[in-house]
C-alpha cells in the first residue's frame, strides 16, 4: 500500500498546534506541534525539569498556567466547557505515583465504582469496575476491589489507577511517568498492559525519562528540554542514534545503568 493511502486510512485522534503552557512565572512549555492517531503512541521523554508533566496536565487544562495555540481532540478545540466535559471521559488521565487521587478513607472498589458511573449505576457501575480492573491487568479484581488505597502494593494501585482512567472509555490515555515508582517486573507487566490497550485502539500520551519503557511501547517520540522540543521522531530512531544532546545524555545514561541498547534491553522488548 502507498503512502498516500496509510495517511488517508489514518485518524488523527489528538492534535497540537503551536500548543504551549505558560506560567505566570514565564517557565513552561512549548511550542508543541505533534499528532497521535488513533491506537498509537506518543513517548514525552527528556530529563526532570524538562516539561514532560507540564505538557501532560496542559493539555488536561489541570496546569494553573495559561494554555496557547490549539489543541484538538478528534478534531474538536479542546478548551473551555469542551474540556470539562471531556476530561475523565474522552481522555483519561493516569497521575504520577500509584496513590494519587486516592480518597484514604474509601475502598478503591467504592472509588472505581463512583468513576465507572459515567455509563452505568448501581449494580451495572459495580460490574463495571470489576471489568474495568480485569481490562488494567488485575486477573482477580475481588480483594482490590474491598481493599482500602493503603492496603495495596504499588504495582496494584498503579493498575487501580489505570482502571479509575479507563472509566470514561477514553480515546486517549495521558499517563504521567505510570512506572516510576515501580520495580522493574511491575513497571514491565504494567507496559504490558498498555500496550494491549493501544492495540485495542487507544492511543496513549505517555511522558517518561524511561528510555526501557519507551522502546518497549514503541511508536513516536518528542524530546523536551528546558520547556522546549530538542527532538523528534520515531522512538526507535530517535533513542538509537539520539542527534540532540538532551537526547544523547538521556540515553547516555541509560547505557550506563543496562548497556548496550540491544533489542532486547534488560525487562524490555523494543517494539517498532
Known amino acids: 500500500m502507498n503512502d498516500r493511502s496509510d495517511a488517508a486510512m489514518r485518524k488523527v485522534v489528538l492534535e497540537l498546534s503551536a500548543f504551549s503552557v505558560r506560567y505566570p512565572n514565564g517557565n513552561g512549555v512549548g511550542p508543541v506541534d505533534v499528532s497521535v492517531d488513533q491506537g498509537g503512541v506518543l513517548c514525552v521523554l527528556g530529563p526532570s525539569g524538562g516539561g514532560k508533566s507540564t505538557l501532560i496536565t496542559g493539555i488536561l487544562g489541570l496546569a494553573p498556567a495559561e494554555r496557547c495555540g490549539r489543541c484538538l481532540l478528534d478534531g474538536a478545540l479542546l478548551d473551555g466547557p469542551m474540556l470539562a466535559r ?24 467504592r472509588q472505581i465504582t463512583d468513576a465507572a458511573s459515567v455509563y452505568a449505576s448501581g449494580r451495572a457501575a459495580r460490574l463495571r469496575a470489576t471489568a474495568l480492573l480485569r481490562l488494567a491487568g488485575c486477573p482477580d479484581p475481588d480483594p482490590i476491589l474491598r481493599a482500602l488505597p493503603e492496603e495495596l502494593s504499588g504495582g496494584l494501585a498503579q493498575r487501580a489507577a489505570l482502571a479509575v482512567a ?7 490515555l495521558l499517563a504521567d511517568e505510570p512506572t516510576s515508582a515501580l520495580d522493574t517486573i511491575t513497571a514491565r507487566g504494567l507496559a504490558d498492559t498498555l500496550v494491549q490497550l493501544v492495540s485495542r485502539g487507544l492511543s496513549l500520551v505517555v511522558a517518561t525519562h524511561d528510555v526501557g519503557l519507551s522502546l518497549h511501547l514503541g511508536g513516536q517520540a518528542l524530546v523536551l ?36 541498547m540491544a533489542p532486547n534491553v534488560g525487562e524490555w522488548t523494543v517494539r517498532p
Open 86 to 109: 471531556t476530561r475523565g471521559r474522552r481522555i483519561g488521565y493516569l497521575p504520577q505515583g500509584p496513590w494519587s487521587g486516592w480518597h484514604p478513607a474509601l475502598s478503591v472498589g
Open 166 to 172: 479507563l472509566a470514561g472509555d477514553p480515546m486517549v
Open 225 to 260: 528540554a528546558g520547556g522546549s522540543v530538542v527532538e523528534t521522531g520515531p522512538v526507535s530512531s530517535v533513542l538509537h542514534t539520539p542527534c540532540a544532546k538532551p537526547t544523547q545524555e538521556l540515553v547516555e545514561a541509560w547505557r550506563k545503568v543496562h548497556g548496550v
